[in-house]
């Protein structure tokens, strides 16, 4: 995957998350490796660009998510 469609990705998840209310942010969205992740987690992994945040944006587009 090129770095360009990874930064789509990213803006339409950020674009998402910025809109979600302060609730919902605590809620799983994704299970990775047996391990519940929240929308909270996600934005913490995206924002620091990490090679496991690139993992979840890309799972989250095979679901549909964002």
Known sequence: MNKETVLTIREKFLNIYANLPLAVRNEIIIVLG?????????????????????????????????
Do not use: D, H
């Not at 934005?43 to 587009?61: A, C, M, T, Y």
């Open 34 to 66: 047996g391990e519940p992740i929240t929308w909270n987690a996600v934005f913490l992994e995206v924002s620091q660009s990490s090679e496991k945040g690139e993992v979840i944006l890309n799972k989250l587009r095979e679901l549909k998510i964002i």
